[in-house]
């Protein structure tokens, strides 16, 4: 499964509602699949800007997207990029920061009007991996747990409004994604954290065996995610 795919983008991508000649800044993508997405749907009379701070991510991002502008550079919330007529937040694995510093990033990059989907990981959002990781007491636990952890839907929602921000309506945050096998689900996290091949196939095998399986499963994922405008 590519991180495209996953089934929080579309839904963000439908409820942020893009315009033909939209400026759209995108928010730490991870993957040029994402981006490619993106692009698709916000169409070419449209203005992207992508935030990818990994420079091998953002290189490949730039060759795909040629019309798009893509700077190397992570999410801060004292950072402004521009006047945005629309924020695409989705980050597969951000690193940690308060709901306040995403909240003020949000808040400062769109033009009155402006509209945004923002879509993090929750407290604990892969409670299937971090059950398999911690029942097979694997050395990457703690790592795992880390990396992936987001926020609080509380936080985030609360951090939203007071930066400013209105109509601020929480989405659906409980997803069952469909792997071909929990192998498939390892090399996704695998490469989102860059994981060694060692600690994937550790990953792989001590989720195929809390799913009793090692061919289709069925993972729950958690997210915290919000809608609004400026």
């Known amino acids: 499964m590519r991180p495209c795919d996953l089934p929080w983008l579309p839904r ?44 091998v991510v953002a290189e490949a991002i730039a ?12 999410v801060a919330g004292n950072h402004h990029f521009g006047d945005f007529d629309a924020l695409l937040l989705v980050p597969f694995a951000p690193p940690a920061r308060p709901a306040a510093e995403w909240a003020r990033f949000v808040a400062r990059n769109l033009r009155p009007g ?27 636990t ?3 747990r880390s990396a992936l952890r987001g926020v609080s839907e509380s936080d985030l929602g609360s951090a939203l409004k007071s930066a400013g921000l209105r109509r601020v309506d929480a ?12 192998f498939e ?5 695998g490469d989102a954290l860059r994981l060694a091949e060692s600690e994937r196939l550790q ?3 001590a989720l195929a065996h809390r799913c009793q399986a090692t061919a ?10 919000f809608a609004g405008m400026r």
Not at 39 to 51: H, N, R
Not at 116 to 138: K, R, S
Not at 216 to 225: G, I, M, P, S
């Open 114 to 140: 402006g509209r945004f989907a923002v879509d993090l990981p929750a407290e604990d959002p892969w409670p299937d991996l971090a059950a398999a990781a911690a029942t097979a007491q694997l050395p990457a």
């Open 142 to 144: 703690v790592a795992l």
């Open 171 to 182: 989405l659906l945050g409980t997803h069952l994604v469909a792997f071909a096998s929990p």
């Open 185 to 189: 689900a390892a090399e996704l996290i």
């Open 216 to 225: 289709a499963v069925e993972l729950r994922v958690l997210r915290c995610a």
């Open 12 to 55: 963000a991508l439908q409820v942020l509602d893009l315009r033909s000649t939209d400026r759209l800044l995108l928010c730490l993508p991870g993957h040029a699949e994402v981006a490619k997405a993106v692009a698709i749907a916000l169409g070419s009379k449209g203005e992207l800007t992508v935030l990818e701070p990994r420079r």
């Open 63 to 74: 060759a795909a997207q040629p019309d798009a502008e893509v700077v190397a550079m992570d």
């Open 203 to 205: 990953i792989g095998s």
